[in-house]
């Protein structure tokens, strides 16, 4: 990989993350982190990494949403001003749920249990959920103080003052 992708990887992951935490208001998407960017060499495709914290339901239902709105974030990508924005690929990194099954294995351990032998299985690892942020049951339930985000209605494109973004980054030192 070289140092070029290396900084187009960075830069895409932090516009994303910006651009879903700004301008997508689904009361679907959870609490949800963009782990990395993996762009080709040719700069026609990025998978984008997202973890997603919640119940089993949840992070498919915020996986769901983040995949229709895709299109909608490679649009807004378009203020970056490359000669070419990657079609983005999401997929979930599932990382958080392997680590977790593994320390519970290390707790089941030292407290002398046994703990089941043989690999880990794609079951091993769909057991443990992490709890919602805020302890929220339902998917798109608000919590308390906090006010309901509008949906947007499908294919729905903001227009976008290019001038005002480039100043705002301007002086945020990008």
Known sequence: MSERTRRVDQLLREEIS??????????????????SVDVSPDL????????????????QATLQV???AMPFVRHELGALRMR????????????????TRVMQLLEQ?????????????????????LPSPGGL????????GDEPREILPAG???????T???KARQRRGR
């Open 84 to 99: 070419r924005i990657p079609e983005l690929h999401l997929r979930e990194d599932d990382s958080s749920q392997r680590g």
């Open 164 to 166: 005002a973004l480039r």
């Open 137 to 144: 049951d339902q998917p798109g339930q608000v919590a308390p």
């Open 18 to 35: 910006a651009i879903i935490r700004r301008d997508i208001h689904d009361p679907r998407i959870g609490f949800v982190t963009i782990t």
């Open 109 to 129: 351990l030292e407290a002398g249990e046994e703990a089941a032998a043989g690999p880990l299985t794609e079951g091993d690892m769909a057991q443990p959920e």
């Open 66 to 68: 983040l995949g229709r």
């Open 44 to 59: 026609r495709h990025a998978t984008v990494w997202a973890s997603v914290i919640g119940a089993e339901r949840e992070r």
């Open 156 to 162: 729905y494109r903001r227009r976008v003052d290019r």
